[in-house]
């Protein structure tokens, strides 16, 4: 499963493109037209002085899923369905993933996600009148291979509709244009919906990052000794213990790599771009 569902940041002009094509628009971000790096400044790292961060952006782009992948022919069998994956590690061969599916009848989709060829094993977790969450291996790991290959790596949750999935990004104009070459020398199809420039503490934490850690101060997750458990917090935020558990992780590091270094987190390999 591939995508993260819609622009959280809408702001600014969406352009449609093909694989490798140029953007229609892209109001409110200032740089150059074509693959120029955006606002990067400041002194040379060997000369042991602090070189400014760049300017971040935050994007959202539509890519087409390649046919053959699993998520690809189920979710075009159920186009009002919605697939979203949690989180994923890929081990060799396979992939071991957490997804979501969100449909009038869940479990008719999710019988159909279990006995896809490419889908060794599925194990649901919970289902309810519109949702079911499950822990399946897949042998599709195209998106792994792309993550691989890029220097800019989606959000997750990924969100899957209708064979196209939708991802969210955060972070320099570089790491953009990165990505779009990426798109286009595998010859993906894609849609760059928005295109904004952000003060650089908007991109440090995705909104979802951002609205854990403040639910986990308001609760008092982080009080010595702690007032509320992760369970307790997990179930405000309407979400898993083991979501909750990762967000908190991923935002906690981004705030004390940003406060320690100046800098995002180079091995997390998010750049804020995860919940």
Known sequence: MLGRAGARRSAGSAGTTGAGGEDEGSGGVEGDEGTGAMGA????HA?????EPAAMIAASLRIRLPADAWVAEVSRS????????????????????????VADDPLVVSRAVATHDAVLTHRRLETTADRTLAKYETTDTDLYEFLEESTFPPEFPVVVRDGW????????REELDGLRSALGAVGRDYELRSLVGVRETEGLLTDR????LEAGLREGYFE????CSLAALAETLGVDKSS??????RGERRVLTRYLTGASDPRSGDGGRHP
């Open 41 to 44: 400044t400041g002194t040379d």
């Open 47 to 51: 000369k042991g002085l602090r070189r």
């Open 78 to 101: 159920f186009p009002r369905a919605t697939f979203r994956l949690l989180t994923g590690v890929r081990t060799g061969e396979t992939a071991v993933e957490l997804g979501e599916i």
């Open 165 to 172: 999935y939708e991802l969210d990004f955060t972070g320099t």
């Open 209 to 212: 990052q951002r609205e854990t």
């Open 224 to 227: 010595v000794p702690r007032e």
């Open 244 to 249: 909750a558990s990762e967000t908190l992780r």
